[in-house]
């Protein structure tokens, strides 16, 4: 059973959807006891990242995230803003902290060449940078699809297990033990995304 952390900003439906397509049971709660139960958890997001902090802090949920994923090693995938919240802290509006599960700080992209947006969104290269079991049977070199205006810039460059660039190198990918995190919406990138979802379940939490 997989759970979905829902704390008010993520994009459950579509992420719900692709474990559907996996034939995974999975479900949507914000329920602590459910969160212990499940054998793997997904913590979602699209958003701010201060709105993000506030909506499990007022759910009374990062004390129970950090017992389960600390503690008890429970395995773990961010998502997009979900990924952002493993950090130290984001400086998006004001400084705010973050779960700190990463020693890192989530900072805006830079969008100083001439044709580069911001936010990014659309499809781009995720190029992985050391093995890792949800990047299984997917080529070094993927496309996966982005849709943001910050990134995370990790002290400990072992955490990184894969890049991407859009006007300048971020990081697309981090791993620490059990706790994942992909900057990139996995559950809407299509074959390589749904793989890398499949391999969190099969190669990760079927393991522990």
């Known amino acids: ?17 692709a474990f559907e397509r996996l034939d995974v049971p999975h479900l949507c709660t914000s329920d602590k006891k459910k969160l212990e139960q499940a054998d793997g958890l997904i913590l979602p997001g699209v958003g701010a990242f201060p709105d993000g902090m506030r909506n499990l802090k007022k759910l009374n949920l990062i004390n129970p995230l950090n017992e389960l994923v600390l503690e008890k090693q429970k395995p773990i995938l961010g998502i997009c803003l979900g990924f952002q919240l493993m950090a130290s802290a984001g ?3 004001e400084d705010t902290p973050g779960l700190g599960w ?8 830079n969008g100083s060449g001439g044709d580069i947006r911001i936010p990014h969104v659309g499809w781009n290269d995720c ?3 050391k093995e890792s079991p949800i990047f299984q049977d997917i080529p070094t070199s993927s496309l996966f699809y982005y849709t943001h205006s910050f990134h995370m810039l990790c002290n400990d460059k072992n955490d990184i297990i894969a890049n991407s660039d859009h006007g300048q190198s ?8 059990m706790i994942f995190g992909t900057q990139f919406h996995p559950e809407k990138s299509q074959l390589h995304g749904v793989k890398l979802l499949q391999n969190f379940v099969e190669k990760v939490v079927s393991t522990c």
């Open 91 to 93: 400086e998006e509006f």
């Open 1 to 17: 059973m997989i759970a979905i952390v829902d704390y008010g900003l993520g994009n459950l439906r579509s992420i719900s959807a």
């Open 170 to 177: 971020f990081t697309a990918a981090i791993q620490k033990g």
């Open 102 to 109: 990463f020693d890192a700080k989530v900072v805006r992209l």
């Open 127 to 129: 190029i992985q940078l």
